[in-house]
């Protein structure tokens, strides 16, 4: 067993999945309003750093839905997992 074995396991959204986040959901963003729902297309999930929120809550990079594909992510949040695997069921649903 690892020491964080016992935690919630944290979604990873692949690259491109574009995400409705609730207003809820997300905390410390940039690139958006605080306190307003936000859709996010994922760049990436760092997963390393979730352990400090106990996997409750993961850092996500990423592009609003317009941004043209020629610059790093302009965008981040600090996004609720238990929302992120809620999306993954959809997903997983849908296929
Ligand atoms: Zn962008």
């Not at 307003?36 to 990423?62: D, K, M």
Request: contains cysteine; glycine residues 8%; aromatic residues 8%.
């Amino acid at each position: 067993m690892t020491l964080y074995g016992r935690m919630p396991e944290i979604p990873t959204p692949r690259p491109g999945t574009r995400l409705e986040i609730a207003a809820g959901d997300w905390q410390f963003g940039r690139g958006q309003d605080p306190g307003q729902p936000f859709t996010l297309v994922v760049s990436e999930t760092r997963t390393a750093l979730a352990q400090h929120y106990g996997n409750e809550w993961v850092w996500i990079t990423g592009h609003a839905e317009d941004c043209a594909d020629d610059h790093r992510p302009c965008r981040e949040a600090l996004v609720r997992t238990a929302k992120l695997r809620q999306t993954q069921e959809a997903v997983s649903a849908a296929h």
